[in-house]
């Protein structure tokens, strides 16, 4: 499969576009450009697309699916510039291949997970890097640490993982005011368990294409932004 030239240039443009968005909104609340790290998140799309992607400048992929990732990292293992990023559930099976490709994962919910990561870490010799994931809204169908489980599992944390911070989702159908509080909420959270528990957490993952905005204003360091990069180059109906 090929990607067409009008496809790819699009691809090129939004992905400039979104850049800026990103760095206008980081200087607007007075942090510095470089201070937000934009994801693309390409699991919308097949791995020719996801390459035009990288071409275009992104050089940090979000996938949501441990398969896809395996499989586009595997595909596409000639460059060396590309950082996965795994930003979906994962299954405790799945780490071993995961790991392969050296990931960021964001989406750590659980203890058992936890360990599981920190001892096939251990056990191919990596240091893996790790967000764990916060079930801010409250929403009982969402996954995640509760907000009061997340001291006792940075009280000491196994060998084989660095946790450097925390991802969060705006619940569904909440509003932009909505969505800014809960991010705000992961913030002061953080900060706080930065105190308690005498640790770092400089990573905030937080914001998508709906929500990035609110998300930098409240301290992200970390974007997923997926459909807005799409836009014009998938057909999505
Ligand atoms: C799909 C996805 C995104 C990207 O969302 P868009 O609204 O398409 O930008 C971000 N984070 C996670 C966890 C996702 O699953």
Same mark, same amino acid.
């Given at each position: 499969?090929?990607?067409?030239?009008?496809?790819?240039?699009?691809?090129?443009?939004?992905?400039?576009?979104?850049? *800026?968005?990103?760095?206008?909104?980081?200087?607007?609340?007075?942090?510095?450009?470089?201070?937000?790290?934009? &994801?693309? !998140?390409?699991?919308?799309?097949?791995?020719?697309?996801?390459?035009?992607?990288?071409?275009?400048?992104?050089?940090?992929?979000?996938?949501?699916?441990?398969?896809?990732?395996?499989?586009?990292?595997?595909?596409?293992?000639?460059?060396?510039?590309?950082?996965?990023?795994?930003?979906?559930?994962?299954?405790?099976?799945?780490?071993?291949?995961?790991?392969?490709?050296?990931?960021?994962?964001?989406?750590?919910?659980?203890?058992?997970?936890?360990?599981? !990561?920190?001892?096939?870490?251990?056990?191919?010799?990596?240091?893996?890097?790790?967000?764990?994931?916060?079930?801010?809204?409250?929403?009982?169908?969402?996954?995640?640490?509760?907000?009061?489980?997340?001291?006792?599992?940075?009280?000491?944390?196994?060998?084989?993982?660095?946790?450097?911070?925390?991802?969060?989702?705006?619940?569904?159908?909440?509003?932009? *005011?909505?969505?800014?509080?809960?991010?705000?909420?992961?913030?002061?959270?953080?900060?706080?368990?930065?105190?308690?528990?005498?640790?770092?957490?400089?990573?905030?993952?937080?914001?998508?294409?709906?929500?990035?905005?609110?998300? &930098?204003?409240?301290?992200?360091?970390?974007?997923?932004?997926?459909?807005?990069?799409?836009?014009?180059?998938?057909?999505?109906?």
């Amino acid at each position: 499969m090929m990607i067409d030239p009008d496809r790819r240039e699009r691809l090129k443009q939004n992905w400039e576009r979104v850049e *800026d968005e990103v760095l206008r909104a980081a200087e607007g609340c007075g942090r510095s450009g470089s201070s937000v790290k934009t &994801i693309g !998140v390409s699991k919308y799309v097949d791995a020719e697309t996801t390459l035009a992607l990288v071409q275009a400048g992104c050089h940090d992929l979000g996938e949501s699916r441990p398969q896809s990732l395996w499989k586009k990292a595997e595909s596409l293992a000639f460059d060396t510039e590309i950082r996965w990023h795994l930003i979906g559930h994962l299954q405790r099976n799945k780490v071993r291949r995961l790991l392969h490709h050296r990931p960021v994962i964001h989406s750590i919910d659980s203890q058992r997970l936890l360990l599981a !990561v920190a001892e096939e870490s251990a056990s191919q010799d990596l240091q893996t890097s790790v967000l764990l994931e916060v079930n801010i809204s409250g929403d009982e169908a969402k996954t995640g640490f509760r907000p009061q489980a997340l001291a006792e599992v940075l009280i000491s944390p196994p060998e084989g993982i660095r946790v450097i911070g925390l991802m969060a989702m705006a619940g569904w159908g909440t509003d932009r *005011d909505d969505a800014r509080r809960q991010f705000e909420k992961t913030r002061e959270l953080r900060d706080q368990l930065q105190q308690q528990g005498d640790c770092l957490l400089p990573e905030l993952s937080m914001g998508m294409s709906g929500d990035f905005r609110e998300a &930098i204003a409240a301290g992200a360091t970390m974007v997923r932004i997926g459909s807005r990069l799409f836009e014009g180059v998938i057909d999505r109906s």
